[in-house]
Nanobody, 112 residues
Framework: EVHLVESGGGLVQPGGSVRLSCAAS????????MRWFRQAPGAGLEWVSY????????YYQDSVKGRFIVSRDNAKNTLYLQMNSLKTEDSAVYYC?????RGQGTQVTVSS
């Protein structure tokens, strides 16, 4: 059974940083693409970033490019999202995604 658990969110000031983690189990994590999505209040689900199995290819939504960094530790079955220079519009629940399956998400609130 696929199990994804996101963590690391919280309240952060504009311009601040936070690192999200996603612990994965129940599938061959080191063989699969992974993605981060987010959902702001009243909005739909929005793709944020992608990483290939080896971590050598990454892609980002334009609004986060240059500020967010996706990475993975296949030995730990863990996906990360380093979020820097945060803006209020980055406030959302963030989810890691494996072929459409997601965890419960972790809330990131950017506010002064």
């Amino acid at each position: 059974e696929v199990h994804l658990v996101e963590s690391g969110g919280g309240l952060v000031q504009p311009g601040g940083s936070v690192r999200l983690s996603c612990a994965a189990s129940g599938f061959a994590f080191d063989n699969v693409d992974m993605r981060w999505f987010r959902q702001a209040p009243g909005a739909g689900l929005e793709w944020v970033s992608y990483i290939n199995p080896g971590g050598s290819k990454t892609y980002y939504q334009d609004s986060v490019k240059g500020r967010f960094i996706v990475s993975r530790d296949n030995a730990k079955n863990t996906l990360y999202l380093q979020m820097n220079s945060l803006k209020t519009e980055d406030s959302a629940v963030y989810y890691c995604d494996y072929v459409g399956q997601r965890g419960q998400g972790t809330q990131v609130t950017v506010s002064s």
